[in-house]
């Protein structure tokens, strides 16, 4: 068993490079199961997330070969559709990406139910309601979504009801890009990773534009063909590390990302009295003073993300007076308000809303990470605490922060990685 180990107090120097996206990286993946032909994928993040997916598609008969720690190269011609195991399937939300290119490219699909973190209700209505406005038939069974057809799919208008959701965007776009005619997705996601998938597929001979709208339209092609791609920036990374030197206070330079989609995050960094300045491709974030209180509302991009909430909450604990976080994109986002509580923080969750009171600081403790983002938002915590914070359950932050432990540490944080063994299990009563 392993846990990080972070001793607060120390401020926070120097600057801290941005990997490629995980929420790009992992549609992408997926979206080279439509190409017959050898893809080279760039600026990859060392997370167990894309390991993952890498595994998956290898076991499905996918010619994968790292190159660099970073860069891979995947061969789908001999890829296997209705072949994905569901004991790995399950363990990302990711996996299900795999419905839209198995039938975008088979015309079939069978794919286990999806994992990740746990939020609460994330159905998949929106992605069966556009399969089958292509022409599919789908079916859940046994924990096991299949899709079939008796003909070509062919282009539809479709719209996504209530938030746009961007699993549901990226599954129809899988499915529609060798469709026959035009496929055109309203109320679409607009986020970076939608373009960038996207821009992607362009590459490999798709026809794909008002991606980063909330109207994308796909014009099906016959075949694609093979390409080289780099995965943008992590938004969701940078904004973690610009979050915790403003938590820890002291002056970080956080480089390799886009600042155009920083813009959410940026503009309540400056509400609360924190330093920014801006370059083509950095922020430095810069912070001395108390942090002036704030509301905080996640919405779809280009609005506050939900994948930055947690953190943002680890700066709302600290701040003066009262702040408000308001979740609105998933149901179940507060499990992590628990753990900081075990810190100190002075948190009430009233529905969707969380009421953060001011405190005198946090105190170090032994927390759980809860989810992914959760799990980032506790160490951030333990560098602004007094004392130790131990944090276990650090599989699910390491599946997608790229060596968070060697980049917060080389930017000046007191911060560790412990093995400790496992306990022994309990003697069986007579």
Not at 201 to 220: M, Q, W, Y
Not at 252 to 273: R, S, Y
Not at 285 to 290: C, H, L, S, Y
Not at 370 to 381: K, N, P, S, W
Request: proline share 4%; hydrophobic share 40%; glycine share 10%.
């Amino acid at each position: 068993m392993e846990k990080i180990l972070v001793r607060g107090g120390s401020k926070l120097h120097g600057s801290v490079e941005i990997s490629g996206m995980k929420n790009a990286a992992l549609p992408v993946i997926m979206a080279a199961m439509l190409v017959p032909d050898e893809c080279i994928i760039e600026n990859l993040p060392a997370i167990d997330d894309v390991a993952t997916s890498l595994e998956i598609l290898r076991r499905m008969g996918a010619d994968v070969t790292m190159l660099t720690k970073t860069s891979v190269k995947v061969n789908a011609k001999n890829f296997r559709p209705g072949e994905s195991e569901f004991d790995l399937v399950k363990r990302i939300r990711a996996s299900y990406y795999l419905l839209g290119a198995e039938l975008g490219r088979f015309g079939r699909a069978n794919v286990g139910y999806p994992g990740g973190c746990d939020f609460g209700s994330r159905p998949i209505d929106q992605h069966i309601k556009g399969f089958e406005a292509l022409g599919a038939k789908v079916d859940v069974e046994g924990g096991y979504i299949i899709a079939t057809t008796s003909s070509p799919l062919v282009g539809k208008k479709i719209h996504l009801d209530g938030i746009p959701s961007v699993g549901a965007t990226v599954n129809i776009m899988l499915a529609a890009v060798m469709a026959q005619g035009t496929t055109t997705i309203e109320n679409a996601a607009r986020e970076p990773h939608i373009v960038d998938l996207a821009n992607f597929l362009n590459t490999c001979g798709a026809d794909i534009s008002g991606a980063g709208t909330s109207t994308v339209r796909i014009r099906g092609v016959k075949q694609l063909h093979g390409c080289t791609y780099s995965i943008i920036p992590d938004m969701i990374e940078a904004g973690t590390y610009m979050i915790a030197a403003a938590a820890a206070g002291g002056s970080v330079t956080v480089t390799n990302l886009i600042p155009k989609h920083m813009e959410a995050v940026t503009a309540k960094l400056i509400e609360m009295g924190v330093g920014i300045e801006e370059g083509d491709d950095w922020i430095k974030v810069e912070r001395t003073d108390k942090l002036k209180k704030v509301n905080v509302k996640t919405m779809p991009y280009p609005g506050f993300p939900t994948d930055v909430h947690p953190q943002m909450s680890v700066l709302l604990c600290l701040s003066e007076g009262v702040s408000f976080m308001t979740e609105s994109v998933f149901d179940n986002r507060f499990r992590y308000i628990d753990e900081l509580r075990r810190m100190g923080a002075d948190v009430k969750v009233d529905g969707k809303t969380a009421i953060f009171e001011e405190i005198e600081g946090l105190s170090g403790a032994k927390v759980t990470a809860v989810d992914l983002r959760g799990g980032a938002a506790v160490i951030i915590a333990g560098l602004t605490a007094a004392g130790v914070t131990e944090v276990d359950n650090i599989q699910l932050i390491e599946r997608g922060y790229d060596d968070i432990v060697q980049k917060l540490k080389d930017i000046g944080a007191d911060i560790s990685k412990k093995v400790t063994p496992e306990p022994e299990a309990l003697p069986k009563a007579n």
